[in-house]
């Protein structure tokens, strides 16, 4: 199982990114794909997921109306597409994915794979 992770640079606050995750190893259908952040001296939180079957999207509150996830099924890709960036968004996005991943709350649970982080840095 592999998640690959791209996308991530620098940009001005209130400009956009895409983040790629290619995954491979799995049938992409049965799996939670969710996007996670790490930024510096903070633990990791769940930022957006798309659920196993239904492919339904869900967000962390604080970038609701901004991020936006999606998957490309025939291409094994889910993207995060970040719009208005700010400062606070500055961290290192991690692709994760899990038969189990579920949103509860404002996190997610139940991933089971990881991949490598992009890091994405906003400057204001």
């Known amino acids: 199982v592999q ?4 996308g991530g640079g620098l940009v001005q606050a209130g400009g956009s990114l895409r983040l790629s995750c290619v995954v491979s190893g799995f049938t992409f259908d049965d799996y939670g794909i969710g996007w996670f952040r790490q930024a510096p001296g903070k633990e990791r939180e769940g930022v957006s997921l798309i659920s196993s079957g239904d492919g339904k999207p869900y967000y962390k509150n604080s970038v609701k109306g901004r991020f936006t996830i999606s998957s490309d099924n025939s291409k094994n890709v889910v993207y995060l597409q ?25 996190d997610i ?16």
């Open 109 to 124: 649970y139940g991933v089971k794979y990881w991949g490598k982080g992009t890091l994405v840095t906003v400057s204001s």
């Open 82 to 106: 970040m719009d208005n960036l700010g400062p606070e968004d500055t961290a290192i996005y991690y692709c994760a994915a899990g038969v189990a991943a579920v949103w509860v709350g404002d």
């Open 3 to 6: 998640l690959q992770a791209s």
